[in-house]
């Protein structure tokens, strides 16, 4: 495989808001490898790991699995997957996955002595920067864009409570849990990407196909 530096996407919104749906349509429209932060944790419950009841119990009560279980199955699937198009979808949930996140993309000391030649190229604007912005700049910890899909609270009860997939926090109980800790975790997060200009806000009110129309030209503007 080539050492082509990734794309990532990360797909944000609150409980139902639309990110599993869309990503459906933009895999489909745009060839990218979708990776829901949520359905990895299902899977590990289902596959019965060692932290499988800890990440069902967190779940039932709308709350955030530790950032580094997550971010080691995400870690996982980007490392096996020879599509370097990543949609990452329903994380990072807080800042401290996104903390996370940013870390395992971050390459080790060791590695960045194997870019020194890189490193020589660009001496004179190193000099301005701090050793961590150097970092970012070699290994591309940050994500291309994030997808906000912006839905409001009653939109999103309603698809939630009436999504009948057996989710065991797909109940009126766990979803007002799931959006009260979108609001003071998740929200954080796209604040930050905003003011890095790389959020993409979406009216996700609307038609499948009328939401996916505003998400088609972010993709089609990357491609050209
Ligand atoms: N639907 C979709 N689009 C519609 C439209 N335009 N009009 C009408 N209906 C529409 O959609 C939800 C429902 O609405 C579906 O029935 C769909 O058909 C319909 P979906 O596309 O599934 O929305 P999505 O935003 O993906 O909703 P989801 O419930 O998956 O969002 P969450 O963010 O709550 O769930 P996720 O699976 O990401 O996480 C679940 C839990 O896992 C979290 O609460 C947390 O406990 C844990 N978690 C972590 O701890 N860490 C992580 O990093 C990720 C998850
Ligand atoms: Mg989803």
Request: aromatic share 8%.
């Amino acid at each position: 495989a080539t050492q082509e530096k990734p794309f990532i996407t990360f797909v944000l919104g609150g409980p139902g808001s639309g990110k599993g749906t869309q990503c459906e349509k933009i895999v489909e429209t745009f060839g990218f490898k979708h990776l829901s932060a949520g359905d990895l944790l299902r899977r590990e419950i289902a596959s019965k790991s060692e932290y499988g009841s800890m990440i069902l119990n967190t779940i039932r009560e709308g709350k955030i699995v530790p950032s580094q279980v997550t971010v080691k199955l995400i870690q996982r699937e980007m490392e096996s997957s020879d599509n370097k198009k990543f949609l990452i979808d329903g994380f990072p949930r807080s800042e401290e996955n996104r903390i996370a996140f940013e870390k395992i993309n971050t390459k080790t000391l060791s590695d960045l002595s194997a870019l020194c030649s890189k490193v020589k190229e660009t001496e004179c604007y190193i000099k301005e920067k701090s050793r961590r912005d150097l970092m970012k700049i070699l290994t591309g910890a940050e994500p291309n864009l994030v997808l906000f899909f912006d839905c409001p609270e009653k939109e999103m009860v309603k698809r939630v409570l009436s999504r009948n997939q057996g989710r065991v926090d797909d109940n009126i109980d766990t979803m007002k849990k799931r959006l009260k800790v979108f609001e003071a975790l998740n929200r954080p997060v796209i604040n930050y990407y905003s003011e890095r200009g790389k959020v993409f806000k979406i009216s996700a009110v609307g038609t499948v196909d009328e939401i996916f129309e505003q998400v088609r030209p972010i993709f089609a503007s990357c491609e050209a």
